[in-house]
């Protein structure tokens, strides 16, 4: 019989069988919250104060208010790690964030619900293949892009487009057709030797991984030009590679394109080389500059 997984529910350390949350809650009705997703490596953390703030940012624009500090917060993932096991081993934590209150968009509460849920990583290895998606990015003017907000529709229905064409996740452009992001992770890309990624004017999530990614390029003198690119630009690239926290650096293979009046007929597929000097050269800093922030 497998051991049961422990939870933390609004600070309390429960088995996940036991909790008990309202059906009646903003987080179910609305999406109305925030999350985090970190990862553990055997209890310590990369880029911890980044994801701390950006999650205290988020709570403050959605004016919700935090009922725990960066310390009292870790402390909590701590115990939920080492009550499931996973102390000594490379792991996922999410801390899911909603608004406690009434029924109604219209609210004046302030108060938080938490929850965090750990599990193990089985880290994916293999090179990513994308798909264009037809959805879009929401726009920063519509939604603030800087935050992970709970009420993820669009990015469903964009992975829903890259599972039915059997790929593992969809890139996505703005309304505007700059190139964004995918649903999970950032981009960079490898064109005539110099490094490029989209401006965070291209509504996407800037993730915390990716701004590790460019404070490496910058101890390691890489080159990093940032700005607002077409597909076009991106069709033209060797190499192509995405950054979050789960996958860190990770090689992108292909990406495909669904032709016809409805994007149902013919893929045109672009594949890009996975085995770059460059991205062997930047994923040997980033290991290098993890283990110096492990062993601080």
Known sequence: MSKPAYIILNGMLIQESEARISPLNRGLMYGDGCFETFRSYAGKFLGWELHFERLSDGLDYLEIKPPFSSKELKDQFLQVLEKNDLTEKEAMIRLQCWREGERGYATSSRKMNWLIQSS??????????????????????????????????????????AMNAGCDDSLMLTINNKISETTAANLFWIKEGNIFTPSVKCDLLPGVTRELV?????????????????????????????????????????ISQLMGERGDSANEIINFNTDHSKLKKLKNAFQEFKIEEMST
């Open 120 to 161: 193990e990583i089985q880290s994916k290895k293999t090179p990513l293949r994308l798909l264009l998606a037809k959805t879009r990015c929401i726009p920063s003017v519509a939604l603030d892009r800087k935050y992970k907000l709970s009420n993820g529709l669009n990015y469903i229905k964009a992975a829903q487009e």
């Open 214 to 254: 460019i404070q490496v390029m910058n101890r390691a003198d890489i080159e990093l030009e940032v700005g607002e690119f077409e597909w076009s630009d991106l069709k033209e690239a060797e190499t192509l590679f995405c950054t979050n926290s789960l996958i860190e650096i990770l090689e992108v293979a292909s």
